[in-house]
């Protein structure tokens, strides 16, 4: 069911029962709605689904946009007025890439209200390496312009011949953003490395999955360092011959993942 007010996020609505249990599912840069597509069937069995589009994404590129800038907390804070909206107590994040920064920003702004974090191929904090191509992105993107880069970021994330299906659906969901809304995106990488700081060094008892591919080259090492710096909330896989988003190349084993962790959470 699609949204009904045109000041909140578009999102759609799976109702598998009304006292189910509510997962909030949040794409990353580029993304849409159409991003979870392998992950509704599955998880739509067993749960309720909220599934947004973030600002300049999906159908929201359809309406206009007066905000000047982006931050990661506040698209949390919109994704929370949905969750408010429907009347939802406490909610599952689920986010993907770029998407896992504004699940783990919403746990911060929320803890009480989020039962678990499930994050597939997180970002979880930067290298040197990326803190380097991060501030040469934005320099790059100016001059070869915001669709062309966005296209060589896809390719240098993921560079396999396996990892063609994501790159694909990423850079054809992008063809949705204008010129203007990359600009918004891209202007956030600025404070990325400071947000990702203090996430990644607090602490929380809410329990958190992360699934990551075993060639997602420029974030599984910090994914393991996140891991081992929080061993009791945090449990990580890592799936074999993966890249960077297990929810389209893997997504099967991605779903299965996340039923595993949510039913164990259900036996508590």
């Not at 359809?62 to 907390?73: D, I, K, Q, V, W």
């Not at 074999?240 to 259900?266: K, S, Y």
Request: net charge positive.
């Amino acid at each position: 069911m699609p949204s009904p007010l045109n000041d909140l996020l578009h999102y759609e609505t799976h109702v598998n029962r009304l006292d189910g249990e509510w997962l909030v599912l949040i794409h990353g840069a580029g993304g849409s709605t159409v991003t979870w597509k392998r992950q509704v069937p599955a998880l739509g069995e067993v749960y309720n689904l909220l599934v947004v589009d973030l600002p300049g994404h999906g159908r929201m590129a359809e309406r206009p946009n007066n905000e000047p800038s982006y931050s990661f907390a506040g698209i949390g804070e919109r994704i929370w007025q949905v969750v408010d909206h429907l009347g939802l107590s406490s909610v599952h994040l689920i986010g993907v890439s770029l998407g896992t920064v504004i699940a783990l920003a919403m746990r911060e702004q929320r803890p009480d209200r989020v039962l678990s974090l499930v994050n597939g191929g997180a970002i979880l904090r930067l290298s040197t390496r990326l803190k380097v191509l991060a501030r040469s992105s934005l320099m790059l993107a100016k001059i070869i312009g915001y669709p062309a880069f966005y296209r060589l970021s896809a390719t240098i994330m993921m560079p396999r011949r396996n990892h063609e299906a994501s790159r694909r659906v990423f850079i054809r969901e992008s063809r949705f953003l204008s010129t203007a809304e990359f600009r918004k995106w891209t202007d956030m990488y600025r404070g990325l490395n400071a947000t990702l700081k203090h996430l990644f060094a607090a602490a929380s008892d809410i329990p958190h999955l992360v699934v990551m591919g075993a060639q997602d080259h420029l974030f599984l090492d910090q994914a393991q360092r996140y891991a081992q710096q929080h061993p009791n909330d945090v449990r990580l896989e890592v799936i074999p011959r993966c890249g960077h988003v297990v929810t389209i190349e893997q997504a099967e084993r991605f779903n299965e993942l996340c039923l595993q962790f949510l039913a164990r959470l259900a036996k508590r």
